[in-house]
């Protein structure tokens, strides 16, 4: 079963990347034309002739085949090929099953790359656009979105030049890659009682329950939450650099009054198990 898929949209164009009559967008495009559902679809193909021309393998990510943690961050690679490219750019966006934009992007390479269309993807700059040999790639990181984000979708919409200027000779590629939302409790190197972490309850409790951690030793935790028949019926992330408080709210995953097993991973390595009871 699918529970995320990943659209990666790289827009690799050549000469003056031209995407409107006489726009100039060597320095990188302003979004929309990654070829994905949330940009309707659009590529480079309105200004640059001919079809799109699907072809796979042009994303690389170290998003491991179980697929992406939540919150995690991943290096990926958009890369274009054609015999006699000269000069390309690229345009490159993520979204969930709706075609709405997800995950978080970080520029890694600043001299080749930037943020566009209002950090919902990104693009070459005007140092960044040279072919080597016949084509160019470009990495940056993305920082996958929250637990139960659902499918996650990567577009590539690819054109390639000879640098002549001219859009009407231009080659222009689509590619994909899907990926799934691993929802797998990590590995762990061994247990502890959470003392030292953090406190959870009240317990027995009727509508709220939180763990609250110590932000002295706490740096990350994975929540999750099993009911008596072991099915996963909650599983929530907080840290320290992005709460708003040392506490999260867990009441919410468990909607029937029962036994449930709560286990914590904190800062990716130690496991306390829990159990809380509703009522």
Known sequence: MRTGILYLAAILTGGYLLLTAGTNYSGGLPGGKTGSPGDNFATCTQCHNGTAIPQAGWITSNIPPEGYMAGETYSITA???????????????????LGEKTGTFIITDPVQTKISNTNASVTHTS????????????????????????PVIFYSAVNVANG????????????SLEVEENTTPPTIIHETTGSEFMTIGPNPFKEHAEV???????????????DTCGKLTGKMTWSSSAAHDNSLEIGQTMDKPGMYAVSVIINRKMKYSHTLVKV
Do not use: M
């Open 79 to 97: 890369t274009g090929l054609h015999n006699g490219a000269v000069l390309c750019g690229f345009e490159f966006t993520a979204e969930d099953g």
């Open 127 to 150: 140092d960044g656009i040279n072919s080597i040999g016949n084509g160019k790639s470009w990495s940056f990181d993305w920082t996958a979105p929250a637990a139960g984000s659902g």
């Open 212 to 226: 609250r951690f110590d932000t002295g030793t706490a740096q990350k935790a994975d929540v999750f939450i099993f």
């Open 164 to 175: 002549t200027g001219n859009p009407g000779v231009d080659v222009i590629y689509t590619s």
